[in-house]
């Protein structure tokens, strides 16, 4: 089973950037789609962006359109969220997830998690 690993959050003020990294581990399958998602404390988890590990088709809730960008290096076996123009609302915590075949935007259809990185913007 694929195993994933998050790295990147720290602290930023507003405008500023950030870029995430997913690391995933174990054995990993062309069928399966890497997703981006946040939860701030006290908020439901809501989906950020997706991209198909082997493939080239990306997706992006309206909210971070123009602002944040999804890649990825197999070499490396690397989900990449290049996050740019943040703002104060981007505050949460980032997860990595994956599921097989087609992106979902309900976080309870995913099957393998990472831990979990921690984004603040400053105002």
């Known amino acids: 089973q694929v195993q994933l690993v998050e790295s990147g959050g720290g602290l930023v003020q507003a405008g500023g950037s950030l870029r995430l990294s997913c690391a995933a581990s174990?054995?990993?399958?062309?069928?399966?789609?890497m997703a981006w998602f946040r939860q701030a404390p006290g908020k439901e988890r809501e989906f950020v962006s997706t991209i198909t590990w082997s493939g080239t088709n990306t997706y992006y809730a309206d909210f971070v359109k123009g602002r944040f960008t999804i890649s990825r290096d197999n070499a490396k076996n690397t989900v990449y969220l290049q996050m740019n123009s943040l703002k104060p609302e981007d505050t949460a915590v980032y997860y990595c997830?994956?599921?097989?075949?087609?992106?979902?935007?309900?976080?309870?259809?995913?099957?393998?998690w990472g831990q979990g990185t921690q984004v603040t913007v400053s105002s």
């Open positions: 997830a994956a599921k097989l075949y087609y992106w979902d935007r309900n976080y309870v259809k995913y099957d393998v």
């Open positions: 174990g054995r990993t399958f062309s069928n399966y789609v």
